[in-house]
């Protein structure tokens, strides 16, 4: 998987319309990922903490850093 975002100095709210978008689709992408490679991406990103949170069959993770955090939720499967 190659990443093109990269946060580094930068807020969320600092990057472009495009650069927002593009960054939510990847890690919309990196969400179905294992925590090892999912903590990989999101760290070359810019996140400093990745937690995976599974509760009754919802599966999200949280990638955060000192000026953000966004919640990347899977989705779910027709019972």
């Known amino acids: 998987m190659q990443i093109h975002s990269k946060l580094g100095k930068a807020s969320i709210s600092d990057l472009s319309i495009m650069q927002r978008s593009l960054l939510f689709a990847e890690l919309a992408s990196i969400a179905y990922l ?15 903490t990745t937690e995976f949170y599974d ?10 850093n000192s000026k953000d955090m966004v919640i990347a939720c899977r989705g779910t499967e027709p019972t």
């Open 34 to 48: 294992n925590k090892d490679k999912a903590t990989k991406y999101a760290k070359q990103i810019g996140f400093t």
């Open 55 to 64: 509760r009754d069959g919802a599966q999200a993770y949280r990638f955060q």
